[in-house]
């Protein structure tokens, strides 16, 4: 009986570190005529009294999703890969175009401006949230 409280209680732990990250604004620009790769962009509020580290994510639409800061190189506008993004606590970071974001390569379909693919964002604590992001053209932003 104690077991099953214990799994009852980490399953509860579990529900609730997903609850703690809330997706909002979020779409997908489409990639331009013969472009290889698109680019993801939300808003992700964090309602736990502690920071999270958004490490990774995954959508069926492509072999490849990482993530990406646009950093100013001596004049140039350059995209760099990194680890992981901190959502503070009780914050929010902004996913944007011309600074961080989702880069989806490899794409396994194409992106069609006015459908959806499901995102899976991971964290740092092991959870994860999935939601359903519109696609968009660069011209409908």
């Known amino acids: 009986m ?38 993801a962009y939300m808003t992700l509020r ?28 001596d004049g140039m506008m350059m995209m760099m890969p990194t680890a992981k993004f901190t959502i503070p606590a009780q914050g929010a970071f902004v996913l944007q175009s011309g600074a961080s974001h989702l880069m989806l390569e490899q794409l396994s379909e194409t992106l069609v401006p006015g459908s959806e693919i499901t995102l899976t964002l991971q964290f740092g604590d092991g959870s994860s949230v999935s939601a359903q992001l519109p696609v968009r053209s660069v011209l409908d932003e």
């Open 46 to 73: 964090n309602t736990a009294d502690a920071a999270v580290d958004l490490t990774g994510a995954q959508t069926p639409a492509a072999g490849k999703v990482s993530l990406h800061n646009t950093m100013n190189h």
């Open 2 to 39: 104690q077991r099953i409280l214990f799994a009852l209680s980490l399953l509860s732990l579990s529900a609730l570190a997903q609850a703690e990250i809330l997706v909002e604004d979020a779409y997908v620009r489409a990639p331009p005529p013969g472009g290889g790769a698109g680019a």
